[in-house]
């Protein structure tokens, strides 16, 4: 009886993950694509750019993604073994995106965003049965608008 | 100077084998590696329980309370019961004191305890067709203490419970997992258990009655009882019905064994 309701656990969470995974990858490359013009950089100060500066604004962006029971599942034998988690890859990767992204679409209008960091947390730190484990990523820099 | 963005064509940030690859050779391994470690544990407990006597058998059980020992009333049943396990003794000498245990209850199905103990419902016994059929039912019983399968299947699954819970801890999906996998496995060796049982069963009816009649009964009457769909028979610890009947017929047939007409049991309930 445990074993079945694992491997429908199991199905389900390949199932649904995958499908979300796909329609999330889907989303985030057409918005890139939008905001591929927005200059988002790492760097203290501005890019060079013609006008003057009329309005500067914290921008952020903040997700949070969880995983599913098949990916879990994936990374706890990842833990016997050791390796890559890559099934955690995707989930890290869409976050960092995601986050960026809401953090581009928080300030429309601006010519570049600077000084762009990233954190991370994860949720839920504990292993225990029934606990949640997702990730959180914010994005924050700032955003200048230039005349 | 006017800024124009480009997207990276590739996402190098995420390994390119699917999640399924990898569950694929991660399962395997791991399952590769529990059955080979599961053939050594069996084999290991297989060999250790020849060397724990009854009596050693029986304190370590008496560190268990035992609720089935109730002293003192023993039912008219029981002591027939009892009376007819006594008269098997010589067919089936066994190191054990073994005692019978009639519960009341309305499900059909006895049981061996650790330490000699056979339980029996009472709805067993009423279900009987032939005295025949109960010292085959019997004899399945002592076949279990004959081949000392509950020290088999504690032995193990003590084993991997500990194993598993210090590996894994105590919350480990893995775990659990492998808990499930290997107890599937254990139903396959329990269903062996099972057919041994069955087979020393028949060798003590014939010893004790000279013939095999009635060998089949019980199993003829729980087939017709009871049906269970094809798929659960992989979850199922004990054969099914039906290949029990055939392989005790075909055993009959091997051995030339005779088929007698069997002898009615009447025991009175007063």
């Known amino acids: 009886m445990e074993f079945i309701t694992f491997i429908v656990l199991m199905l389900l969470g390949y199932g649904f993950g995958t499908w979300a995974e796909r329609r999330h990858y889907k989303s985030i490359e057409e918005r890139e694509l939008k905001y591929r013009n927005l200059p988002t950089i790492a760097l203290k100060h501005p890019l060079p750019q013609p006008g003057r500066v009329v309005k500067t604004k914290l921008a952020a962006g903040n997700v949070v993604i969880s995983v599913d029971y098949f990916k879990r599942f994936l990374a706890s034998l990842r833990n016997f073994f050791g390796g890559r988690v890559s099934s955690y890859e995707t989930l890290v990767d869409r976050a960092r995106r995601e986050a960026t992204l809401r953090m581009k679409e928080s300030c429309p209008g601006a010519t570049q965003i600077i000084n762009v960091r990233l954190e991370t947390a994860s949720l839920s730190k504990n292993t225990k049965k029934g606990s949640i484990g997702s990730i959180e990523v914010f994005a924050y820099g700032t955003a200048i608008t230039y005349k | ?270």
């Open chain 2, 1 to 270: 100077m006017e800024y124009s963005g480009k997207l990276p064509t590739s996402n190098v940030n995420v390994s390119k084998r699917t999640p399924l690859q990898e569950l694929g050779i991660l399962l395997g391994g791991l399952v590769g590696l529990c059955l080979i470690f599961y053939l050594c544990l069996g084999w290991a407990v297989d060999y250790s329980i020849q060397h724990i006597s009854p009596e050693e058998e029986n304190d370590l059980y008496a560190l268990m309370k035992f609720p089935l020992s109730e002293e003192g009333k023993a039912s008219d049943q029981t002591v027939a019961v009892q009376d007819l396990l006594q008269s098997l003794q010589k067919c089936a000498a066994l190191p054990y004191q073994v005692k019978i245990n009639v519960s009341e209850s309305k499900q059909v199905n006895a049981a061996a305890f650790p330490g000699g103990h056979i339980l029996i419902f009472s709805g067993l016994l009423d279900q009987m067709g032939s005295e025949n059929e109960l010292v085959f039912v019997l004899g399945h019983e002592l076949g279990h203490f004959k081949h000392r399968d509950h020290l088999r299947s504690l032995g193990r699954g003590l084993v991997i419970g500990v194993i598993s819970l210090f590996l894994l801890g105590p919350d480990s999906d893995v775990g659990e997992f492998l808990m499930g996998a290997l107890g599937v496995a254990n139903r396959t060796h329990s269903r062996e258990q099972e057919s041994a049982a069955d087979e020393y069963a028949l060798e003590v009816l014939n010893c004790h009655y000279g013939h095999v009649g009635g060998s089949t009964q019980f199993f003829e009457m729980l087939r017709d009882k009871n049906q269970m769909p094809e798929f659960m028979k992989y979850y199922s610890t004990h054969p099914s019905d039906q290949k029990r009947i055939d392989d005790l017929n075909t055993l009959a047939v091997e051995r030339n064994y005779r088929v007698d007409r069997v002898t009615p049991w009447v025991v009175s309930t007063q």
